[in-house]
């Protein structure tokens, strides 16, 4: 693997951490997989696409953000309002999100991000190393989620996911503290889309298919080296996880893998690494 191989696989796992910091928010901190991810991460892409072509490219980053977080209310509103179960309601949104995803690109499968007008230019064509531009982005994103987690708000979402009962018993709104953290999350899903269109230069309307297992797969990767649970750990080992993850992939198709097979790997990654608790404990002879 050269250097400049290394480099760009780098730039992309730091713009995939910002999708397995989102995934880490409903997975890991609400205790719920949420399947609005694979729709969001497209509309991210999406939004910014159109906003980068009307000349707006960093005010579209934005606006995907605000789009993804709306992604997230409505899964939120489908399961605390209309008694949703979870996993469904965000099957329900990521179906929808297809059809909406298409409209927003005016019934384009894809929009490719050139153009020779100057205005339309994204982050990542002004500048000469993408490294510069994504590593403090990311340590800014990573500081205002371990400021936002230790206020009373972000510990009351903290405790909704440890246990629900007992939040609702302490009168704080379950429906409220869901309500942003699935916007939360869901928003910066849409930005990782946001700066992985801009980054590749066009925007897909299918471009999200997969994105869960691989926000899943950086989370637990990360895991897996960094072994503390505390928030700020947490936060961190999405980061590093999702780089990892995809200077493995990358080295992975250095090596031949075929392309085709790479989220078959990432699942089966996520499924066994998921299942290791449970069959340690099976041989333990915990379970009957």
């Known amino acids: 693997m050269t250097v400049n191989v290394l480099l760009k ?7 995939l951490a910002v ?33 980068t072509m009307a000349g ?3 005010l579209g980053l934005c606006w995907a953000f605000l789009a993804g977080c709306v992604c997230g209310l409505v899964t939120a509103f489908l399961q605390t309002k209309m008694k949703i179960q979870p996993l469904l309601a965000g099957i329900i949104t990521m179906t929808g999100l297809y059809s909406i995803n298409l409209r927003i690109m005016g019934s384009m499968p894809n929009m490719p991000l050139l153009s020779l007008d100057p205005d339309c230019a994204s982050m990542f064509d002004t500048v000469d190393q993408p490294l510069l531009v994504l590593i403090p982005l990311i340590a800014v994103l990573a500081l205002v989620l371990y400021w936002f987690f230790k206020t009373n708000l972000g510990l009351q ?4 996911g440890d246990n629900e009962a007992m939040v609702r018993s302490s009168s704080i709104n379950v429906d409220r503290m869901k309500f942003i953290a699935f916007g939360l999350s869901n928003g910066l899903v849409a930005l990782s889309g946001a700066l992985f269109a801009q980054y ?31 928030i700020g750990f947490g936060i961190l080992s999405a980061i590093l996880g999702a780089c990892i993850y995809r200077v493995l992939y990358t080295l992975a198709l250095q090596f031949g893998v075929p392309s085709g097979d790479m989220n078959l790997i990432s699942a089966l990654l996520v499924a066994i690494t998921i299942s290791i608790p449970y ?8 379970y009957a």
Do not use: C, W
Request: no cysteine; hydrophobic share 45%; aromatic share 6%.
């Open 9 to 15: 696989a780098l730039e992309l796992g730091l713009i």
């Open 19 to 51: 999708l397995s910091e989102g995934v880490y928010v409903s997975f890991r901190i609400l205790n719920i997989p949420d399947m609005t991810v694979d729709g969001s991460f497209s509309t991210g892409a999406a939004v910014v696409a159109v906003s």
């Open 56 to 58: 707006q490219p960093y």
């Open 157 to 160: 979402i903290r405790a909704t």
């Open 200 to 230: 590749n230069h066009f925007a897909d309307v299918t471009g999200g298919t997969g994105m869960m297992v691989i926000g899943l797969a950086g989370i637990i990767v990360g895991e897996a080296i960094i072994q503390k649970r505390t």
């Open 279 to 286: 069959i340690r404990k099976k041989r333990r002879g915990e």
